[in-house]
């Protein structure tokens, strides 16, 4: 079956650091991959996605791309602020007809001033 | 624009008491409509799924059970709750099956907080 492995939180960085939040998958065929991020009460909210090979997917300076040769989906951001502290879900959906999307298990991020 | 509504956002219940949650979607025709729990400081764990009015699949066995009964509307209910029930749920949305929207990703309502005492 289809699975999504994050790296284990919580990371805690000072602000203006880099951002690396691993994600790998497992999946048949060519999956959309997605992250997804959650402010502390709140829903998740889409971030960011990527449907094919190669492609990068950006949004509020955060970026992944799509890595089919090593079937992975990091996320990085060059310079995180307070406001980006949250928990970040990496997901994908598979191909081909009804899909059901497979969540990762959150990656908490705390960024201290 | 497509929007879902959840509603109570938060919500205390004793042991053995009814439930009903409700999600609604404007804005779009025939989704799929989905049920997560997340426990604290946990991943989502789907509970049911829905492909169209009347049609629930069930993820796990459990105390809780889910019903459409319009196009657009998705009640998550119990007879009798547990304190394993508490926990934040979200209802979620997607319609991969319009025109130029394949492998769209779910969008999801703020969730409902429950507490059982």
């Known amino acids: 079956g289809n699975s999504v492995t994050q790296m284990e939180g919580p990371v805690t960085l000072s602000e203006e650091a880099f951002l690396t939040i691993n994600c790998t998958y497992t999946?048949?065929?060519?999956?959309?991959l997605f992250w997804y991020v959650q402010y502390p009460g709140e829903g998740l909210q889409l971030l960011l996605k990527a449907t094919k090979a190669d492609d990068k997917g950006s949004n509020k300076g955060f970026e992944a791309t799509y890595r089919k040769e090593t079937t992975s989906f990091h996320l990085e951001k060059g310079s995180v602020q307070v406001s980006d502290s949250a928990v970040y879900f990496c997901a994908l959906k598979a191909s081909g007809g009804y899909q059901k999307v497979t969540f990762g298990t959150g990656t908490k991020l705390q960024v201290i001033p | 624009s497509q929007t879902i509504h959840q509603w109570p956002a938060t919500l205390v219940q004793p042991v053995g008491s009814p439930l009903s949650l409700e999600c609604t979607v404007e804005?779009?025709?025939?989704?799929?409509l989905y049920w997560y729990r997340q426990a604290a400081g946990r991943g989502l764990q789907l509970l049911f799924y829905?492909?169209?009015?009347?049609?629930i699949s069930s993820e796990v066995p459990q105390n809780l059970s889910a019903s459409r009964p319009q196009d657009r509307q998705f009640i998550l209910s119990s007879k009798k709750l547990l304190l394993s029930d508490s926990g934040f749920y979200l209802c979620?949305?997607?319609?991969?099956?319009?025109?130029?929207?394949?492998?769209?990703?779910?969008?999801f309502g703020d969730g409902t907080r429950l507490s059982i005492l």
């Open positions: 829905s492909v169209g009015i009347g049609q």
């Open positions: 979620a949305w997607d319609n991969p099956r319009a025109v130029g929207t394949s492998n769209q990703p779910q969008h």
């Open positions: 999946a048949t065929g060519y999956p959309s």
């Open positions: 804005g779009t025709s025939n989704p799929n």
